[in-house]
């Protein structure tokens, strides 16, 4: 992954990538959702950046912000991650050009002393961002767990809590407008656990939202196959279809990180199989998923 180096690094919030970089792809490919929530992102980003680039913004109002959001563990950040990928190398296929991803850190942004909030966020949409545009065809900009820059303004009481918060937000509201009618070439990509917190200018300003859920019970099947295909390079798999589909029933509930991690606890709960002299069994990963439900039910 070539990280670049910024002109703005001195800013300290901002990472990038140039993509399209092919050690991506699983970002998108084997995170499990919807084909429709993929379709829907991918077409959005062929409209947004590539048909609809130079539209007037009051006939189509776009900000080229899409929203993803969901519980802990559902794939959002990773999908994000994804999502760049795939449509940087699509646009890339139609038109030869060039993109650069940067992950915005949503908790360095927000500083504590007071001004500090509004001025970062301000210098981030006004100049950084400004800056690496006009240093490739096409920006993807994510803000992972966005409801720490953009919180709700109406749930916060003057007495108790900073008017630095309110400035944050409306210097993200602000910096966001500024983007969407200077720079048709940056996509936002925002994700959070807590939509309820996020300012409803910022909802009203998203052109694209979707809802990462559990995974359903097909889903959590392909989710535990696809780890168990990765495991199988170095382990010895023992394939069961009875047990394995005991070892769905066990997952079907869990979100997709805590379906995977369980079958990598199951692999290290045996010696042998963790030498690699032993095969993994379904009965083992079903075993430790319910080890994992019974420690989270006791919570
Ligand atoms: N829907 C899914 N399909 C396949 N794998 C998944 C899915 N959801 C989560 N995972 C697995 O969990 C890992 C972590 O997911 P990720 O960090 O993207 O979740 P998140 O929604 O951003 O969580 P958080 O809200 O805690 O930040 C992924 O890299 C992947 O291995
Ligand atoms: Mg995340």
């Not at 970089?21 to 379709?39: L, Q, Y």
């Not at 992950?103 to 950084?128: A, H, M, N, Q």
């Not at 993807?140 to 709700?152: G, S």
């Not at 048709?184 to 859920?213: C, F, K, Q, W």
Request: aromatic share 6%.
């Amino acid at each position: 992954m070539p990280r670049i180096h910024p002109l703005v690094d001195s800013s300290n919030f901002v990472s990038l990538w140039e993509l399209p970089d092919e050690s991506w792809n699983d970002r998108w490919d084997r995170i499990v959702v919807d084909e429709s929530v993929k379709d829907s992102l991918i077409n959005y980003a062929l409209l947004s950046l590539l048909t609809l680039r130079s539209s007037s913004g009051v006939a189509v109002p776009m900000h080229r912000m899409v929203l993803l959001e969901g519980p802990p563990g559902t794939g959002k950040t990773t999908l994000a991650r994804g999502y760049a990928q795939k449509a940087a190398s699509m646009i890339a296929a139609e038109n030869q050009s060039t993109s650069i991803y940067v992950e915005v850190d949503c908790f360095s942004l927000s500083g504590e002393l007071l001004g500090v909030t509004p001025r970062s966020v301000s210098k981030l949409l006004e100049e950084t961002i400004p800056d690496l545009a006009k240093e490739a065809d096409q920006i993807f900009l994510l803000f992972d767990e966005i409801e720490t820059v953009a919180t709700d303004r109406r749930s916060l009481s003057l007495e108790v809590n900073p008017v630095d918060v309110h400035r944050g937000t409306n210097a993200f509201l602000t910096g966001m407008d500024f983007v969407a009618t200077e720079l048709p070439n940056v996509l936002t990509i925002m994700t959070t656990n807590y939509p309820e917190n996020l300012d409803s200018a910022v909802l009203s300003r998203v052109d694209i939202d979707h809802a990462l859920g559990l995974p359903d019970r097909s889903a959590v099947r392909q989710i535990m196959f696809d780890t168990a295909g990765e495991l199988a390079g170095l382990l010895q798999w023992e394939d069961d279809d009875g047990a394995a589909d005991a070892a769905v029933d066990a997952a079907v509930g869990m979100d997709g990180r805590q379906i995977r991690k369980a079958m990598i606890e199951a692999a290290a709960s045996d010696r042998q199989v963790a030498l690699g002299r032993a095969r993994l069994t379904w009965d083992l990963v079903a075993a430790s998923l319910l080890r994992r439900r019974r420690t989270t039910d006791a919570r």
